[in-house]
C-alpha cells in the first residue's frame, strides 16, 4: 500500500485530498504540523513516504505584491525544500501550481508546454516552485496547474458571491477576465488518480475545467443554478475594480497531457458546478437569500 503525505492538509484542497485517501495510509499536516519552509522540519516528514501531494502555498495574490519574498518563501523555497526531501526519501511529489504563471495574453487555451511568463509577485513566487520540482526531480515530479478553485471549504468566489446574495440586491463582477471555474473535489480526485497511475510521464499537466467562461459568467451560473435570480450579477471590468496585483485577462487551459497519463480531464464547468452547488455549504447560502 502506498504511503501518502499531503502537506497543506488544512487547506480547501488539501482537505479534499485528504478526505478521499482517507481509510490508506496517509500522513495530512496542516501549516502548524508542518512549516514547508522548515528545511529539516520537511525531511522528517517526507522520510517513508512513497507520494507527496504538496497543497501548501501562500495563497493571497494581493498581499504578494506587498511581501513577494515572503511569498516566494513559502511558494518557490518551500518547495525547493520539498523536493529536495522527495529526491533524497525516493518519492514522487505532485506539486499543484497556477494559471498564474502564465502570461494571460493568449487568446487560445495555453498547452503544458506554452511558455510561462507571469505578470504578478504571485505568479513569480508559483513559477519559482515549479523550476525547482522540474531542476531536482525530472524524473519523478508532477507540477499540476489549477485556477478559479471553488469548494466547501475555505473562502472561493462561489461562496463569496452566494454569501453576498443575502446582504446584497446586486453584485458587479468583472467580464473581462476569461478562465475555467474548477471544483476542488475534482482535482482532488485527478491528484490521486496521478499518484495512482505508476507510469505517468513527469512533467507539467492542466486540472482545470472544461469549457470556459468569465467571472461574470460564473457568477450568474451560481445564481442560476442555486435558484436565485442570475440578473441581480452585472458584468463590470478590470478597470473598474482597480487590485494590487494585476490578473491574467485569459486563464484558459488546455488538458492534452492527461491522455498520456492513461486519464481522463475534468467535467465542463458548467457540470461540476451545478454538483457541487447541491452540496450542504452551498446550499445553506443560497437558502439564507431566499429565506430573507
Same mark, same amino acid.
Given at each position: ?16 485530498v ?10 495530512a ?14 525531511r522528517?516528514a517526507?522520510?517513508?513516504h512513497?507520494?507527496?501531494v ?8 494581493d ?16 518547495v525547493r525544500h520539498?523536493?529536495?526531501a ?13 494559471? $498564474?504563471?502564465?502570461?494571460g495574453?493568449?487568446?487560445e ?19 519559482a516552485?515549479?523550476?525547482a520540482v ?7 515530479g $508532477? ?10 471549504h ?26 475555467q471555474p ?5 482535482v ?7 499518484g ?8 507539467v499537466y492542466?486540472a ?6 468569465t467571472w461574470?459568467?460564473l457568477?450568474?451560473?451560481? $445564481? ?8 441581480r ?11 494590487p ?6 486563464s ?16 465542463h464547468?458548467?457540470?461540476?458546478l451545478a454538483?457541487?452547488?447541491r ?8 437558502s439564507r437569500?431566499?429565506?430573507?
Amino acid at each position: 500500500m502506498m504511503r501518502w503525505l499531503v502537506t497543506g492538509g488544512g487547506g480547501a484542497l488539501g482537505r479534499e485530498v485528504r478526505a478521499l485517501l482517507a481509510g490508506g495510509q496517509v500522513t495530512a499536516l496542516d501549516r502548524a504540523g508542518l512549516d514547508i519552509t522548515d528545511p529539516r522540519a520537511v525531511r522528517a516528514a517526507v522520510a517513508g513516504h512513497d507520494v507527496v501531494v504538496n497543497c501548501a502555498a501562500w495563497t493571497d495574490v494581493d498581499g504578494a505584491e506587498r511581501a513577494e519574498a515572503a511569498a516566494t518563501a513559502v511558494n518557490g523555497t518551500g518547495v525547493r525544500h520539498l523536493a529536495l526531501a522527495c529526491r533524497r526519501a525516493g518519492a514522487r511529489l505532485l506539486h499543484v501550481s497556477s494559471d $498564474y504563471v502564465l502570461s494571460g495574453t493568449g487568446t487560445e487555451p495555453y498547452p503544458e508546454s506554452a511558455p510561462t511568463g507571469p505578470v504578478n509577485a504571485y505568479g513569480r513566487s508559483k513559477l519559482a516552485g515549479e523550476r525547482a520540482v522540474a531542476e531536482l526531480l525530472p524524473d519523478t515530479g $508532477y507540477i499540476v496547474r489549477t485556477a478559479w478553485l471553488y469548494g466547501e471549504h475555505g473562502r472561493n468566489f462561489v461562496a463569496t458571491v452566494l454569501a453576498l446574495a443575502a446582504r446584497r440586491d446586486t453584485v458587479d463582477v468583472v467580464d473581462d477576465q476569461h478562465g475555467q471555474p474548477t471544483w476542488s473535489y475534482d482535482v482532488a480526485g485527478l491528484l490521486v488518480a496521478l499518484g495512482r497511475a505508476g507510469g505517468a510521464p513527469p512533467g507539467v499537466y492542466h486540472a482545470t475545467g472544461a469549457g470556459r467562461t468569465t467571472w461574470y459568467g460564473l457568477a450568474r451560473a451560481a $445564481y442560476e443554478l442555486s435558484g436565485l435570480d442570475p440578473g441581480r450579477v452585472r458584468p463590470t471590468t478590470s478597470a473598474a475594480l482597480v487590485r494590487p496585483a494585476r490578473r491574467p485577462a485569459f486563464s484558459v487551459l488546455g488538458h492534452a497531457r492527461w491522455a498520456t497519463a492513461g486519464l481522463s480531464g475534468l467535467p465542463h464547468w458548467r457540470t461540476s458546478l451545478a454538483e457541487a452547488l447541491r452540496r450542504p455549504a452551498f446550499t445553506a447560502l443560497a437558502s439564507r437569500d431566499i429565506a430573507s
